[in-house]
């Protein structure tokens, strides 16, 4: 989708060719490929360095013994104590990359994704960009999170063309697996702890380890931009810790500049899908083993289809922070002393990270089956669960029928999709809804969800509450795929949204509106700092060119032939105005004033079963404990729920007459009274 200022250069006519890494691996030895001569061509600046050696250069660093020093006075420990505890803290955390368990992991994974995937594409030419950028800075790779394999398939990938294998943020969990964490350590994996709280000598050792590497060029640094793996398949709000480290070196001057390099990595079916949603719906996520891993041996049985790798343009630190920051404000101390970035900085960083989140989406490939799971969630919505058998889900006509209508609607708005031109269409949706046969089916031409029909041996029957939980299993399994294309048309449907809900059609009516959405639901969709306007001005583009509306420079109206389009959109932003009403209707309740995360989540998701089995709800989405969290988020951000000063760590109260107006404005009851959040 095109977007003003767009950094990645990208343009929707602009189709770059994929290439299938499987086909060759299909044709020729794996061990042939494993054992070939790997001769990458470097960062041109970088001295060549061992891992050992770059772990003295971090301890021996002048930052590293100022800091020290610091924590040594601060705790009454001697400083050659403090330093062995770095030393500890280093050895720990930092990678051991090999050559030779490169070659090991390269002739595994070749077995291995050609029992997983039918074909894993690459763009060409971005392998090209890539290339050229690593020989003229240190680069930084940038990839979405959607499963565990997305490590893994890039450094194969690098390997196979011959790039610099990465170094790679890790969570220190992977580190604790039996023989797997050295594997990984020694394939450029290096481990962070997932809680670092205020240990200042953690935070020291590990920033001092990343700009090292960066300002040495050792290697390509690797890590994702938005922390953690997306349980919804959707992206993620980004975290700056890393983010901060990585272009410190740039900021200080202490090289001429950084790429950025946003990689999209887009699966039509991803290993974890049920356990994911599993997550979603309370169960503790299962602890990384060896033997974990070996039990989920029978994943090696199943398809799951195609896998695309986009790497996107290298993106110039240097170009798109000019007249941004000052980087002067870092020449005023020693570079080695610690430097609390300056708010304009702070701004610059976050802003940089929207824009890698941003180019991430508009590379990501669609399936079929992510157009057809936003058609199959919207039929499920409006049937009863408790109807009959021929009346529950869609027809397969009325399917093919929609799906082939918004096929078009989605290239019309700048989607990337992997349709193949020379399969009958009809035969491109059967085999999308075969890849899906644990959560979908067809039966006597109804395209219904796959409930899980079964529990434990044993277990007796399944209470009404056991029979919610199965059915919101499937709808958030289906959600996820429908997740991967809502970046495609969430401005639109916000737009869509707010012409339905504002009293007449004054446009600067309308764009408060669209301004109070976009507020709102930031912590679930990534819009970019400072671009609300450009973002209103895309979305009327977008919908006056399909038709669903009509602008002026005074009147933004909904004509009668736009209304399928419209009330698509809108269908598409329920699952989300649902939940964030089921949580605004907890947090009024007399009985919460202070209440923590903990409490709240399982309390929102006792009511919203309640009022699913009685039919006030028919959202099962609202079920999803990330939703919920997000929507606590987005209330402490606009100030309807405060942390107060006398309360225990974690804890919150709940401003009733605050969170009633949001409620309000957002069902169409109030109008926009207050101007929305000026970052957007």
């Given at each position: ?135 003229e800075s240190p680069v930084i790779l940038m990839p979405n999170h959607r499963s565990y394999v997305d490590f893994l398939v890039l450094s194969y990938i690098l390997f196979t063309y011959d790039l610099p294998i990465p170094v790679i943020a890790a969570g220190i969990p992977l580190m604790d697996m039996k023989m ?411 009985e919460v004033e202070v209440f923590t995360e903990r409490q709240m989540v399982p309390a929102v998701r006792s009511l919203a079963t309640k009022l699913l089995l009685s039919g006030e709800l028919k959202s099962y989405e609202a079920l999803s404990s990330d939703t919920q969290k997000n929507v606590l988020s987005a ?46």
């Amino acid at each position: 989708m095109t977007t003003c200022e767009d950094p990645s250069g990208y343009r929707p006519e602009d189709e770059d060719e994929f290439m299938d890494i499987l086909e060759e691996r299909r044709r020729s030895s794996d061990l042939g490929h494993a054992l070939r001569t790997f001769t990458p061509s470097p960062y041109k600046g970088a001295p060549p360095l061992s891992a050992g050696a770059l772990n003295r250069t971090v301890l021996e660093s002048q930052y590293l013994r100022y800091v020290t020093k610091e924590v040594a006075m601060e705790t009454g420990e001697s400083v050659d104590l403090v330093r062995e505890e770095a030393s500890g803290i280093l050895e720990e955390m930092s990678q051991n990359l090999q050559l030779g368990f490169i070659r090991l992991l390269g002739f595994t994974l070749s077995k291995v994704f050609k029992r997983l995937f039918s074909h894993i594409n690459i763009n060409q030419e971005g392998l090209n960009r890539l290339q050229q950028a690593i020989q003229e800075s240190p680069v930084i790779l940038m990839p979405n999170h959607r499963s565990y394999v997305d490590f893994l398939v890039l450094s194969y990938i690098l390997f196979t063309y011959d790039l610099p294998i990465p170094v790679i943020a890790a969570g220190i969990p992977l580190m604790d697996m039996k023989m797997v964490g050295e594997i990984l350590r020694r394939s450029g994996a290096f481990f962070i702890r997932r809680t670092i709280g205020s240990d200042k000598l953690y935070w020291a050792v590990l920033s001092e380890y990343v700009k090292t590497i960066v300002r040495t060029g050792y290697a390509p640094v690797e890590f994702y931009v938005e922390g953690l793996r997306s349980r919804t398949l959707k992206s993620l709000t980004p975290k700056l810790g890393m983010m901060h480290m990585v272009l410190e070196p740039f900021f200080k001057g202490e090289v001429y500049d950084i790429r950025l390099v946003p990689i999209s990595i887009s699966y039509d079916r991803v290993l974890e899908e049920s356990l994911l949603a599993h997550e979603l719906l309370g169960v503790p996520k299962p602890r990384e083993t060896t033997m974990g891993l070996l039990k989920a041996r029978r994943v090696l049985e199943e398809d799951y289809g195609s896998m695309h790798v986009y790497f996107g343009m290298p993106l110039s630190v240097r170009q798109l922070t000019k007249g941004r920051v000052d980087r002067c404000e870092y020449n005023l101390l020693p570079r080695d002393l610690p430097h609390r970035p300056s708010v304009e900085t702070q701004e610059c960083v976050s802003w940089l990270a929207q824009q890698v989140i941003r180019v991430q989406e508009q590379n990501s490939i669609l399936s079929p089956w992510s157009l057809m799971a936003c058609l199959v969630l919207q039929g499920h919505q409006n049937t009863d669960p408790a109807g009959e058998e021929q009346e529950k889900g869609l027809s397969w006509e009325l399917l093919t029928q929609k799906t082939l209508w918004l096929k078009g609607l989605a290239i019309s708005f700048g989607a990337r999709l992997d349709w193949p031109d020379q399969l009958p269409e009809i035969q491109v949706m059967a085999s999308s809804m075969a890849l899906h046969r644990s959560v979908i089916r067809c039966r006597r031409g109804r395209v219904t969800l796959l409930e899980e029909e079964e529990g434990p041996v044993g277990a007796g029957p399944f209470t009404t509450e056991e029979g919610v939980v199965r059915r919101a299993r499937a709808v958030l399994m289906v959600a996820a795929y429908r997740n991967q294309a809502l970046h495609v048309f969430i401005r639109p449907a916000m737009l869509a949204l707010a012409v339905h809900t504002t009293q007449g059609s004054r446009r600067e009516d309308i764009y408060s509106s669209f301004r109070f959405l976009l507020d709102l639901f930031s912590n679930d969709f990534i819009f970019i700092t400072g671009r609300s306007s450009q973002d209103f001005e895309e979305a009327c583009s977008l919908l006056r060119k399909c038709g669903a509306v009509q602008t002026s420079q005074q009147e933004v109206t909904s004509p009668e032939e736009g209304q399928s389009t419209t009330s698509f959109l809108r269908a598409l932003l329920q699952p989300f105005i649902d939940a964030y009403q089921v949580v605004f209707s907890h947090l009024c309740v007399e009985e919460v004033e202070v209440f923590t995360e903990r409490q709240m989540v399982p309390a929102v998701r006792s009511l919203a079963t309640k009022l699913l089995l009685s039919g006030e709800l028919k959202s099962y989405e609202a079920l999803s404990s990330d939703t919920q969290k997000n929507v606590l988020s987005a209330l402490l951000r606009l100030g309807a729920v405060t942390r107060p000063r006398t309360a225990e760590h974690g804890e919150f109260r709940a401003n009733k007459p605050a969170i009633r107006r949001l409620a309000d404005t957002l069902a169409g009851r109030l109008p926009v009274q207050t101007a929305p959040n000026p970052r957007l």
